[in-house]
């Protein structure tokens, strides 16, 4: 730390002491402190101006467009996640509720729908109070639909972009969580109530994060990319009869 500082008051330093001799250099031909002064202050007073647009403006809307450019790659890292994984564990864990018939009502995205209509839709997702019921699900399948995934969530892992996607991270560890509590098991008979009501609490954590961020992608298909978002609205777990044939 010392040595970063050394080096930076070394640098300092010199661009003084360069200024200091350009100044001296100046007065020795023209002999003329008048003027030295002069463009002396009028730099100093341009230089809060200066700082403002390179520092606060331009750096700020340099770094709103880098931002811009990682989530717009994020959002393909989260479209291939839904595509090889979220949308098949959607559509599973969402048997385990017995109220899944009032979930698919909450999640049904149409097309018309609002940015409103898909803010209630997260709210709802995030507030989920609902237990899962173990004996509506098939755990061992779910074990192995899992573990069989891991090598691509890990790949997901490794990409540097999801430092600024702390949601998505989340939803990736709430999976990874529970693929190695059903993997630790060898098997799902006989096991206390206790333990049970352990992986449902996983389940359903992993649900509220899936159901949250499948809304937030199919919102930005639905304004970047409308023809993506016409076979997520056709094809969805959350409706009745979900199709990928149009119909007129």
Known sequence: MMKRYRTFLMVAGLFFVLSAITYFIHYAIFRDTHHIFIYMIGDLAFLPIDIFLVVI????????????????????VVGAFFSEVGTELLNRLLGCFEECNEIQRRFDVKPDWSHADFRRAIAYAGAIEYEPQHVNIDLDELKT???????????????????EHDRFTDLLWATFHLTEELEARTSFE??????????????????????????????????????????VSRTHPFQESPSPVVVA
């Open 190 to 231: 006989n096991l206390p109530e206790s333990d049970l009501a352990h992986i449902a609490n996983d389940i359903k954590r992993v649900f509220g994060h899936l159901a949250a961020e499948w809304l937030e992608y199919v919102e930005h298909l639905q304004g970047k990319y409308p023809y993506l978002f016409s076979l």
């Open 57 to 76: 403006v331009i750096e700020r809307l340099l770094a709103r467009r880098e931002k811009a450019a990682i989530l717009q790659k994020l959002n393909m």
């Open 145 to 163: 639909f899992l573990v069989g995934k891991r090598q691509f969530l890990l790949a997901l892992l490794e990409n540097p972009n999801l430092l």
